[in-house]
């Protein structure tokens, strides 16, 4: 192989350091940035991630020839820096670039956009975004979740393993964000917001209502947050916390007005009345 032998006339150092960062961010797909396609093993076909390949082939008109890439049985890789196609490492063998800021040799998974906090769990066995540090793995619903639900999240065997009951896409390796309803089943963050926003408040899976309209405001505050779980962003809870705030307050701040409006009416009444008294 020519290209391996050709590794020898690779740069000095420090030379070579900045030539590892060469064309970052510049190459890849909709799904990820990168410089290297993959060799799909099941079909010997050349793509540009796991997700491309998974469309395309997906959406094959045989149903019998539709299928999905196994990503740990990439192989071969091929840089698109200077297309040497080669087996799957980090850096390129023969013009020492990094086909990946981020590299997990298990996943043979690749992204240069390092600001998503990749991170590999073993438990999991793939690749997970957001920081090793936010997250915790629990082993009964087989998944890595947000810290802030270890001990405080319904726990359902294997509940990540399963499909959106709106989408029907499979959760468990989604790149997008997850949410576990109180019921204790999952689906996809956007999808549950949209069910929401059409005031649907029952799971789809067991018709369990996400929000108990028939307790006290003070409680539906409480159970508004610890209706969706995080996995992947907080801020939404805190939105939907801030409604109900405002709309407590709104109506204290209304009752106050009318209040004190009544006070000085009743102060004017009784201040006034002396005068005709005197007269
Ligand atoms: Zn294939
Ligand atoms: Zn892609
Ligand atoms: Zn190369
Ligand atoms: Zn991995
Ligand atoms: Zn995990
Ligand atoms: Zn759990
Ligand atoms: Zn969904
Ligand atoms: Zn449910």
Redesign the pocket.
């Known amino acids: 192989m020519a290209e391996f032998s050709s590794a020898s006339t690779l740069p000095t150092p420090p030379e070579s350091q900045t030539r590892l960062h060469f064309g970052k961010l510049q190459h890849g797909c909709e799904h990820y940035k990168r410089r290297c396609k993959i060799r799909a093993p099941c079909c010997n076909q050349i793509f540009s991630c796991r997700h491309c390949h998974n469309d395309a082939m997906g959406s094959l008109s045989d149903p019998k020839e539709r299928h999905e890439l196994v990503r740990r049985d990439v192989k071969q890789v091929i840089c698109s820096i200077c297309d040497t196609e080669q087996e799957a490492a980090k850096v390129c063998a023969n013009c020492g670039v990094n086909m990946g800021e981020y590299y997990c040799e298990i996943c043979k998974f690749y992204d240069d956009n390092t600001e998503k906090g990749q991170f590999h769990?073993d438990?999991?066995g793939i690749c997970?975004v957001g920081g090793r540090d936010n997250?915790f793995?629990c082993p009964t619903c087989g998944?890595?979740y947000s810290v802030n639900l270890q001990g405080n999240h319904p726990c359902v065997e294997n509940s990540m393993k399963s499909f959106c009951p709106v989408c029907y896409e499979y959760l468990f390796d989604s790149i997008k964000g997850t949410t576990i309803m109180t019921c204790g089943h999952t689906m996809h963050m956007d999808c549950f917001y949209e069910m929401a926003e059409q005031n649907q408040y029952r799971c789809p899976i067991c018709s369990k209502t996400v929000f108990d309209m028939s307790r006290s405001w003070e409680h539906l505050d409480q159970e508004v947050c610890s209706t969706s779980y995080q996995i992947f962003v907080d801020e939404n809870c805190w939105s939907l916390h801030m409604i109900i705030d405002d709309q407590i307050l709104g109506f204290f701040a209304n009752f106050r007005g009318i209040f004190i409006f009544v006070l000085v009416i009743a102060y004017l009444f009784v201040m006034a009345d002396p005068m005709y008294e005197g007269n």
Request: proline share 0%; net charge neutral.
């Open positions: 769990c438990e999991c997970r997250f793995h998944s890595c």
